[in-house]
């Protein structure tokens, strides 16, 4: 895993109530869940998303790391990964986008651009 500045990591008691709440909400509990099962996902693979998650609020990896760390973790492609992401963000990130941004100091519109200018730079 990625660290980010380690000055900068939280612990749980530190993130807002609001957020906590929304992240273990029984809504966000069930996209989680729908999502595992979808994909298929068994054993200690159903725990990266929640995981990814709380690093991400915790600022234990940035959300242009999010990505790379889902890929790295779930052992799929950059392009799979990407795709899962953008779930991720929309069906439980989105809800606490403002959030996260104004109190936490992270924006996770960068978690899908970022991804995509490593993938224009020419190899």
Do not use: C, H
Request: charged share 25%; glycine share 0%; net charge negative.
């Amino acid at each position: 895993m990625i660290m980010a500045d380690t000055k900068t990591i939280l612990t749980i008691e530190t993130i807002p109530q609001s957020i906590r709440d929304w992240l273990a909400s029984n809504v966000a509990t069930y996209i989680v869940i729908e999502l595992n099962n979808r994909l298929g996902f068994k054993d200690l693979k159903r725990q990266v998303i929640p995981s990814l998650i709380f690093w991400l609020v915790t600022r234990e990896i940035t959300p242009e790391d999010f990505i790379t760390q889902l890929s790295q973790e779930l052992k799929i492609s950059t392009s799979s990964a990407k795709n899962i992401a953008a779930e991720i963000v929309e069906k439980l990130l989105r809800p606490i986008e403002r959030s996260l941004r104004t109190e936490m100091d992270v924006d996770i519109s960068k978690i899908l651009t970022a991804e995509l200018l490593i993938e224009e730079i020419p190899t």
